[in-house]
Each structure stands twice: as C-alpha cells, then as structure tokens.
C-alpha cells in the first residue's frame, strides 16, 4: 500500500499532495507485466529500457517515489522503476539493485535526487525557501 503525503508552507501558502509508494496492482503479475511493457517501450528511460533488454528475466518495481532539484528546490513524485537481479549469495539468494530510472528537472534539466518516504522532513519550500510541513494523509492502494 502506498501513503499519502500533503506539504504545506506555513509562510506562503504552498500546498501540494503526493501519492507515495506502491499500490496493489503494483505487487501482481498482472501490474508487473503493464510495467515491464512500459519499460521496453522507453517511458522509464533508455538506459533502463537496455537494462531489462540485457536482464529479461529481472525483477522490476514500481513506485510513485519523491524526487527533489538540488538546483531549484523543486520537487515532484514520479512513477519510477527499479530493476533487480537475484544473485546467489553464498548459501542465500540476494537481490541486486541492477539500474533505477531517473528524473530531470523541467526547469533546470537537471537529474533530480531520489527521496526515501521517511526523509520527507527538512524539505523546504519551493516558492519561499521556508521549512514545509509534512502531514500523513492516510494510505492508497
Ligand atoms: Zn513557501
Ligand atoms: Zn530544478
């Protein structure tokens, strides 16, 4: 299930809500195959749409994740895919992170940070630079 998040300014009125995580489709094969298709058609990008070229057999992860320009402060969440590989690992198998899509800022085109769910806090303000509130919306799925 994916979380719900709303950040507002305090100082200018900023307000904007994000639909965090993964939700249920996500975790079936049904949902898993919509996103390996959308992979190899290139929405995620060339570099992942070679990854899974060169690893078909790879597990693939979506989910709308947090990103964030170092250069303007804006930040946006996406739909985002990570491509994994099982590895043996000794006695056990492991999962190695093979590639995760990226995302460029639409005002600067810069490559923009990827933030984990539980760092939202100490992000400020896009507009006025203040800090943001960050309020728990409840859970989408
Ligand atoms: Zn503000
Ligand atoms: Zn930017």
């Not at 299930?1 to 489709?25: D, N, P, R, W």
């Not at 000794?90 to 190695?96: E, F, I």
């Not at 806090?121 to 728990?136: H, R, T």
Request: net charge positive; hydrophobic share 30%.
């Amino acid at each position: 299930m994916g979380s719900i998040v709303t950040m507002k300014c305090g100082e200018c009125g900023y307000e904007q809500e994000h639909f965090l995580g993964a939700g249920m489709m996500d975790y079936q094969d049904f949902g898993r195959n919509r996103t390996k298709r959308d992979i190899l058609r290139g929405v995620y990008g060339e570099e992942v749409r070679k990854a899974l070229e060169k690893n078909p057999k790879a597990n693939v992860y979506r989910s709308n994740d947090l990103f964030y320009c170092e250069c303007c402060g804006m930040h946006t969440s996406k739909s985002s895919v990570r491509l994994f590989k099982t590895k043996k690992f000794l006695w056990r198998r492991k999962s190695v992170l093979l590639i995760s899509s990226v995302h460029v800022c639409e005002r600067c085109q810069k490559e923009m940070i990827r933030i984990e769910e539980n760092k939202c806090s100490g992000l400020s303000c896009p507009q006025c630079k203040a800090p943001l509130k960050i309020f728990s919306g409840g859970c989408w799925d």
